[in-house]
């Protein structure tokens, strides 16, 4: 890989590929930006639309949840919120800590609770979707 | 290892600046980031408790009876509005490229303040429209 100066194989773009403070280029950027155009959408429509079916105790919420529309909305909700918030506390963790290795350990955690968050989340829009 | 060694003097840090509009939305956004990641884990454990069945629902719904409880709804859907409010205008920012001026930053910083507020008491008038929880 580094060898003698110039004599490389690999071209300037592959070799700083996976650098930089983030281990990424805009990658984070340009995803953190089509999730917030998402959730401009799905986060308004999802607070007024639980705050209604709440109103209806348990009952209200199973029955919004099995129509599909909103069931599908929720889900929608959910995973593009945990892929918004997973790249945000990302950058918040590469901004502070700067030990890399209580650095790499915040990062899986925070895969890890995004990921479970999100599994959880679509696991129980699901099973009421289905009719428990 | 992770000591800062370096003698030379730190640049001014927070303390030393004005507040001014732009600095102030700057970093709520940050914080209202943050503040929207733990809100969404709530949103879960009331998803999940919705799951379970109608006691399990009944003991969160129990919770959100709580007065205090209301306050830190109210908090999230702050956050929440301002984190969008912000959001908005970062679209603007970057795709638009608009608003970058100073005159313009800090009107636009207004904006998102005011924005937020009325956005936390529309949701607020609807939830209280619907009984409140």
């Known amino acids: ?132 | 290892m992770s000591e800062w060694t370096d003698r030379r003097p730190l640049s001014p840090h927070l303390q030393v600046w004005r507040w001014h509009p732009t600095m102030l939305t700057s970093i709520l956004h940050r914080v209202t980031g943050a503040a929207n990641y733990v809100a969404l884990l709530g949103v879960v454990v009331w998803l999940m408790a919705a799951a379970a069945g109608p006691q399990a629902y009944a003991t969160v719904q129990g919770l959100l009876g709580h007065p205090l409880v209301w306050i830190v709804l109210l908090g999230a859907v702050l956050g929440l509005s301002l984190h969008i409010a912000s959001g908005v205008r970062h679209l603007v920012w970057d795709f638009l490229n608009i608003g970058w001026s100073p005159r313009a930053a800090n009107l636009g910083s207004w904006m998102i303040l005011g924005g937020g507020v009325v956005m936390t008491a529309l949701v607020a008038l609807h939830a209280f429209g619907m009984g409140g929880r």
Not at chain 1, 47 to 61: C, K, P, Q, Y
Not at chain 1, 80 to 108: P, W
């Open chain 1, 1 to 132: 890989m580094a060898g003698p100066a110039g004599t490389s194989q690999r071209t300037p773009l592959g070799r700083v590929r996976g650098l930089g403070a983030a281990g990424q280029g805009v990658g984070g950027y340009l995803r953190q930006r089509l999730g917030a155009v998402g959730l401009l959408i799905l986060a308004p429509w999802f607070v007024l639309s639980a705050i209604r079916a709440a109103s209806g105790g348990h009952e209200g919420v199973v029955a919004w949840l099995q129509q599909p529309v909103n069931a599908v909305g929720v889900a929608l909700f959910i995973l593009v919120a945990c892929f918004h918030m997973r790249i945000g506390m990302n950058t918040i963790i590469e901004d502070y800590i700067q030990k890399s290795g209580s650095r790499l350990a915040l990062l899986a955690l925070n895969a890890l609770v995004v990921v479970a968050a999100g599994v959880a989340g679509l696991y129980a829009v699901m099973m009421i979707g289905f009719g428990n």
